[in-house]
């Protein structure tokens, strides 16, 4: 099952440019965590936040997190064309194994 | 080594066939998962094995039968498929609550 949408679907930018996807998920988590796929292969994580968390950084990665609202943002600095790829927030657990759910994903297209 | 291999990376069979898609981690992480994605839509969860136990079956046809042989391994029995299972079949593993998972790359299966 789906845990909840990703907006925009598609986000098309130029190098240089920051590029924001949002998440919204449906029921109370533990932790979100954000991946990145390119051309259909392998997921590889960013990063994860915690439910007791407001905001983390990582590189250019800046990812907020509000449970009030249900939603989290993921927020690219400087984008590059390597950057291009389909990103996909995913609800976890906090013990035991990590049953992800998975958003709807956002494909991002950073043109040179 | 922080990688999970899956082999074959393509795979093409009949809808009578027997096939087995592979995952191997040497993480010693203790929790193996199989996702299915297919295209242009987020990965869907499809088992998970927990020290070596299945934990999680979500209501996935008998047509494919997870196998964990050891705390490395995982394999994806396939058997009498339909087309519409083509999909990329991913692999995970994660350690304990709270932590990231690392996916490979993937099969891609096509079941003609």
């Known amino acids: ?112 | 080594d922080t990688e999970v291999t899956q082999t074959p990376k393509h795979l093409v069979m009949g809808m009578t066939n027997k096939k087995s898609l592979k995952c191997e981690q040497h993480m010693g992480h203790r929790a193996m998962y199989w996702y299915k994605q297919k295209a242009k839509k987020p990965p869907e969860l499809m088992f998970v094995y927990s020290y070596e136990k299945l934990s999680i079956n979500e209501s996935v046809p008998s047509r494919f039968s997870p196998e964990c042989p050891n705390s490395s391994l995982l394999n994806l029995h396939l058997h009498a498929l339909q087309p519409e299972d083509s999909a990329l079949y991913l692999c995970a593993s994660s350690g304990e609550g709270g932590t990231e998972a690392f996916f490979g790359q993937g099969t891609r299966l096509t079941v003609v």
């Open chain 1, 1 to 112: 099952s789906q845990q909840g949408e990703e907006d925009p679907q598609a986000l098309s930018i130029q190098e240089g440019e920051n590029a924001t996807m949002n998440c919204s998920y449906k029921t109370s988590i533990n932790n979100l965590q954000w991946y990145r796929q390119n051309s259909g292969r392998g997921l590889v994580h960013l990063i994860l936040i915690r439910s007791n968390e407001r905001e983390k950084h990582s590189g250019r990665l800046r990812v907020t997190l509000d449970t009030s609202k249900k939603s989290s943002s993921l927020l690219i600095t400087a984008s590059r064309a390597a950057d291009t790829a389909s990103y996909f927030c995913a609800t976890g657990q906090d013990t035991g194994f990590q049953k992800l759910v998975f958003g709807t994903g956002t494909r991002l297209l950073v043109s040179p």
